[in-house]
């Protein structure tokens, strides 16, 4: 089955600074990797996803990168806010048939914004 | 829209109980789903269903039952607990299967066995 690799497991970084979150998957057949985050206390809520026809998504600060060949991509956000602190997770899910909405979740990353 | 709703947000069992874990979803999905969320360990999929009448085990299925009678309701049955289900539960849905959407997830339940 799929296995999600996610690091780093925890990340700070200076207030306004960039951070980048990077994920592995193994099966090729993944076609879409959304991202959540997580605060204290909540469930974890889509920020942004991506399909495998493309390379890249951005969405304000945000942004995702997919490397198909290489089978990784990345969470890129830019000028860091504390509101940024949370619980990030990468997952990785396939539309066929046999593995409808099933999302294979990373170990997740902490990250702390300091002002 | 109330979104994806569970209940009780904390309990405490003793070994050997049983109990159920509500989820209610007000968004006509069929797609619903129960994670359990441990430290280090992500999410990891206990138990799905991809409508009314039908569920299928996930990754880590052992100790849990679950049924789909409607589609708005899943709960998530503890037949026998044990201080190894302690961990934070969340329950999902989606859209519609097969299709690439997210998933939106209820505020979790928090389940202590002792």
């Known amino acids: 089955g799929e296995n999600v690799e996610q690091h780093p497991s925890t990340l700070s970084v200076q207030e306004g600074d960039s951070a980048v979150i990077k994920c592995t998957y193994s099966d090729s057949a993944s076609n879409y990797f959304p991202w959540y985050k997580q605060e204290l206390g909540k469930g974890p809520q889509l920020i942004i996803d991506i399909r495998s026809n493309v390379g890249e998504k951005k969405d304000q600060r945000i942004a995702v990168t997919l490397n198909k060949t290489a089978k990784h991509f990345s969470l890129h956000i830019t000028e860091t806010q504390p509101e940024d602190s949370a619980v990030y997770f990468c997952?990785?899910?396939?539309?066929?048939?046999?593995?409808?909405?099933?999302?294979?979740f990373g170990a997740g990353t902490q990250v702390v914004v300091t002002p | 829209n109330a979104g994806v709703t569970q209940t009780p947000k904390f309990q405490v069992l003793k070994t050997g109980q049983s109990m159920t874990l509500q989820c209610a979803q007000d968004m006509n999905h069929e797609y619903m789903s129960w994670y359990r969320q441990d430290p280090g360990m992500g999410l990891r999929l206990i138990h799905y269903?991809?409508?009314?009448?039908?569920?299928d085990q996930g990754e880590v299925p052992n100790g849990y039952n679950v049924s789909r009678s409607t589609t708005e309701d899943f709960p998530l049955r503890l037949l026998s607990a044990a201080p190894s289900q302690t961990s934070v539960y969340f329950c999902?849905?989606?859209?519609?299967?097969?299709?690439?959407?997210?998933?939106?997830f209820g505020q979790g339940t928090r389940l202590t066995v002792v």
């Open positions: 997952a990785a899910s396939k539309g066929a048939t046999d593995s409808w909405g099933k999302f294979q």
């Open positions: 269903s991809v409508g009314a009448g039908i569920t």
């Open positions: 999902a849905s989606s859209y519609s299967p097969g299709a690439l959407t997210e998933a939106f």
